[in-house]
């Protein structure tokens, strides 16, 4: 079984803040993407990365940065949290099927 | 870029009955159409795809058609059953991409 692992499933920050989203999978794939859930507006991707140290725009990557220094790790940083990015954070990889997505559990990001 | 538009946003029927979501794709290229399904509380997994060469699929009581003419697809679900309750989010891609755009999602409501 694939597993994609988000390191929170609740965070609450403050405005301003430095935020660092993880996600971590154990399938050795290559592809890996960041998406908000928000509703009424599905899922819209912000980042996705093809391989190690790789990284490309997705369609909202304002306020946004990507870190993959390993395989394994896709990391997703807002560099001063603001309240608009108050949202659901899912994380997503794909292996040698590459269009077939797995999904982590979320993080349910408050910034006040 | 490809833009897909879901419909509707929610959908309320009663268990028994049958349920169909429908999705409207931009860019011809598109070759992959997936369904993903999302509980409460849980994370989206895919449950049904089709791709451009096949106008139908079926999986027990789910199936997906593809028109490409028209540019768009659905999805149905038969005697829908309580566990069928879940949000569900069309996509789709150039399997050459690899990146997935997905539709708003629909709220699914199976009234006992």
């Known amino acids: 079984d694939v597993k994609v692992t988000q390191s929170s499933r609740y965070l609450v920050k403050r405005t301003g803040e430095k935020v660092f989203l993880e996600c971590v999978q154990d399938m050795d794939h290559e592809n890996m993407f960041w998406y908000r859930q928000d509703p009424g507006l599905g899922l819209r991707l912000i980042y996705f990365?093809?391989?190690?140290?790789?990284?490309e725009k997705g369609d909202i990557p304002e306020g946004y940065s990507v870190s993959r220094e390993k395989k394994e790790r896709f990391s997703l940083i807002l560099e001063s949290a603001s309240t608009n990015q108050t949202s659901m954070y899912l994380c997503?990889?794909?292996?040698?099927?590459?269009?077939?997505?797995?999904f982590g559990a979320g993080t349910r990001l408050s910034v006040l | 870029g490809e833009n897909v538009e879901q419909h509707p946003s929610t959908l309320s029927v009663q268990e028994g009955d049958s349920a169909v979501i429908k999705c409207t794709y931009s860019?011809?290229?598109?070759?992959?159409f997936p369904w993903y399904k999302q509980e409460l509380g849980k994370r989206p997994q895919l449950i049904i795809d089709?791709?451009?060469?096949?106008g139908e699929k079926k999986d027990q009581r789910i199936a997906v058609t593809l028109n490409k003419t028209a540019k768009h697809f659905s999805l149905h679900i038969t005697e829908t059953q309580p566990e069928d309750s879940a949000v569900y989010f069309c996509?789709?891609?150039?399997?050459?991409?690899?990146?997935?755009?997905f539709g708003q999602g629909t709220r699914l409501t199976i009234n006992p």
């Open positions: 860019d011809s290229a598109s070759n992959y």
């Open positions: 997503a990889s794909t292996g040698p099927a590459k269009n077939i997505q797995y």
């Open positions: 990365s093809y391989d190690v140290k790789m990284k």
């Open positions: 089709i791709r451009s060469n096949v």
């Open positions: 996509a789709a891609s150039n399997e050459g991409a690899q990146k997935l755009v």
